[in-house]
């Protein structure tokens, strides 16, 4: 959320952010609910005191007369105020954060910003071959298969046996599926690579909880422009009446975890991660992207969060996409790094941000695996997490959010890149280890599967 002296003071540069993340917010309104608080605070603040004075008097008929209508008038306002700030804070909540002077400004993703692009065989590409959109993907490898653009990943998990999305369908309806045998196993081979980096380099494994109350989605700007993605699970089922959500990350969780507390500067950064099964209705999406595991409404992921000071934010912004590029080039995988822009930049809370994508060669196309967003003080405004200053004195944190691995992603990917052209996948070299062999060849359930 941002500061409203900061969107006082700076109107005119707010308006205009507010249009290029084509946002809702309407900065007159807010601006004129702020002025219609601060009017009824005064007010309030004025009537008591009158009150207070008069109390001292003589208890006369017109005095306890004037006390009773103070009463009343204070009664009154102070239930308009508390109305003004109810409708203050939901206006508010739909002002996004301000972007970075470095954002690319944008209607779409055809107007993000290639940052870098990387393949195996050549490391990264030369600057004149990275631009707007798409540029870097005519220079993307495709399959060593004579006259064979290769089989998508659904048509390779069926035929090895590890992807099942019609007995998901069966289940559990429409974009569920069963990963098996290989395919859990290239998850948790993912997670024990990306796992031991992290712990080397100071991160804390996390296991949060996957229900969360309603102010934390609030608080990580998931709610509430994200409301329709989340599934609610009713108060009538649950302790206290209280309403829970399924979280579609672990983000809200692990900020969750800082929320109202003060930290000193020996405790931060607060570097945290970790490995969840996450859920997203995917409204709006229907349609899209419906073949595999790409798109569904149930995935595991590992995430990865930090809560800093301010100076440290941009620092702790770059090492964190640096974990991504690591992990894609350790697996061996052709991709590029987006600088997202103002149009195309997610969530409301975000700073800057860049997606990291893997070059999908049987599809010939680009697909998202990572998104690195700095959200500045903008989270830590909504769940209240502060640090101590050197001079004693409190602030905000900034807060730092990267998908470290969308990992049934990755496993597409993985069978995208590495397939054989007898149907077989040949398993990254550096997963070798954990997953016993250096390929994937059809299993016990590959004649079930269908």
């Not at 209607?107 to 993000?112: A, I, R």
């Not at 220079?139 to 090895?160: A, C, I, R």
């Not at 974990?323 to 997610?346: A, F, M, S």
Request: charged share 25%; proline share 4%.
């Amino acid at each position: 959320m941002l500061d409203l002296k900061y969107v006082r003071q700076h109107q005119a540069e707010v308006k205009e952010n507010v249009i290029r993340r084509k946002a809702t917010a309407d900065v007159d309104a807010i601006i004129g609910l702020d002025d219609r608080r601060l009017e009824l605070i005064s007010a309030v603040d004025s009537q008591r005191q009158e009150l207070k004075a008069s109390s001292k008097q003589k208890p006369d008929p017109e005095t306890q007369s004037k006390l009773r209508l103070l009463s009343e008038q204070i009664k009154k306002q102070e239930a308009e105020l508390a109305e003004v700030e109810a409708e203050l804070k939901s206006q508010a909540a739909l002002l996004p954060n301000i972007s970075a002077p470095t954002m690319p400004v944008g209607k779409d993703e055809d107007d993000n910003v290639e940052v870098v692009a990387w393949t195996k065989k050549d490391g990264y590409l030369d600057k004149d071959k990275l631009g707007v959109g798409n540029h870097s993907a005519q220079y993307m490898p495709g399959l060593n298969f004579l006259n064979s653009k290769g089989q998508h990943h659904l048509e390779l998990g069926v035929g090895l046996g590890i992807i099942d999305a019609k007995q998901g369908a069966k289940v559990s309806g429409s974009r569920f599926a069963y990963l098996v045998d290989g395919a859990v196993q290239l998850e948790n081979a993912l997670v024990q690579l990306l796992s031991q980096e992290l712990l080397r380099h100071d991160f804390i494994w996390v296991d949060p909880p996957l229900l969360v109350k309603e102010p934390v989605l609030f608080g990580t700007s998931h709610f509430p422009e994200q409301r329709d993605q989340v599934y609610e699970i009713k108060s009538d089922n649950v302790e206290e009446g209280q309403d829970l959500f399924l979280v579609g990350s672990s983000e809200p969780s692990l900020f969750g975890y800082g929320m109202d507390r003060v930290f000193t500067a020996e405790q931060l950064p607060l570097k945290m991660f970790a490995v969840t099964p996450c859920f997203r209705s995917e409204v709006g999406s229907w349609g899209k992207d419906v073949r595999g595991i790409k798109r569904v409404h149930q995935f595991n992921k590992l995430e990865m969060d930090v809560i800093c000071a301010p100076v440290d934010s941009g620092t702790v912004f770059e090492e964190l996409r640096g974990y991504n590029e690591w992990l894609l080039q350790k697996l061996g995988l052709p991709y590029r790094v987006i600088h997202k822009c103002t149009g195309d930049c997610g969530y409301l809370a975000t700073y800057d941000q860049y997606d990291v994508e893997v070059w999908m060669p049987s599809q010939q196309e680009f697909m998202e695996t990572m998104t690195d967003t700095l959200a500045t003080d903008y989270q830590a405004r909504r769940l209240n997490i502060k640090y101590v200053n050197e001079d004693g004195s409190r602030d905000f944190v900034h807060t730092v959010n990267n998908t470290g691995v969308a990992l049934g992603r990755m496993v597409a990917a993985i069978l995208d890149n590495f397939q054989q052209p007898d149907g077989t996948v040949l398993v990254p070299e550096v997963l070798q280890p954990w997953m016993g062999v250096d390929r994937l060849t059809p299993g016990r359930l590959s004649g079930i599967i269908s």
